[in-house]
């Protein structure tokens, strides 16, 4: 006569670790697709600060071309004599920020730009 002995605390054992494993593998999955998310808004909002750059970048220089004929007909009214050395230093003053405010934007613009390309993985 043979006997077989078949141990009842392995067959559980190995119930419990499948179903370790599925719970295990669905977690993976939810925090890959969290990952992802996270991602694509990290990519939407990349987008959007490198467009509203780019929008601000055309405001400035419209700015410039805005205070450039505003010096222009400052600095003729003070030749003329009719304007005020007042109005013609505030009109330079107007345009070299009007400069400053566009070599800013530039700059923000190229910086939104690289951290585009990095957030799209370029």
Known sequence: MATVSVP?????GGS????????????DREQREDSRQLLLIR?????????NSYNLLGVAQLSIVQST???RLNRDYYEAGTGTMTDLLDAQQLFQQSR????ESYCNYRLDQRRYLIATGR
Request: charged share 25%; net charge positive.
């Open 8 to 12: 009842l605390s392995g067959w559980w």
């Open 100 to 103: 400053d405010n566009y070599i």
């Open 43 to 51: 990519m939407q909002d990349a987008a959007n600060n490198l467009r």
């Open 16 to 27: 419990h670790k499948i179903r370790k494993s599925k719970i295990a593998l669905a977690s």
């Open 69 to 71: 004929e505003n010096l």
